[in-house]
């Protein structure tokens, strides 16, 4: 059972341990948002064309900027609210950005050995 500092939670501490107290919420948060930072990263990729390399690249870098400052202020708000579920809630974003990762590579290696 994951444990809330009520003291940063003030009156709601009643209500959300009994919503979010299981660590499998924070295991299927934290794949759900690692999953979604995947896609983040596909999307800044994409915006690299030929036309526009260097603008391109700036756009990705700063995509991929907003990603880990998402990732970065997932992890502290879960330190902050449920610090007893770092470690699951840690691992699980990084094995749902991994898996996520590997499914786009493999997809994209596909697609190549298809032309």
Known sequence: MCRLRSSVLGGASD???ALI???AFFMLCGAVLGALLA???KASVSRVT???PFGGMVQAAALNFLIMLIAFGSLLAVYVFARSAMLTFGAALVFGFLIAAVVWFL???RTQNAH
């Open 15 to 17: 209500i959300i341990p």
């Open 21 to 23: 107290g299981s660590p």
């Open 39 to 41: 896609l983040g990263a």
């Open 50 to 52: 030929p036309e526009d």
């Open 107 to 109: 997809s994209t290696a």
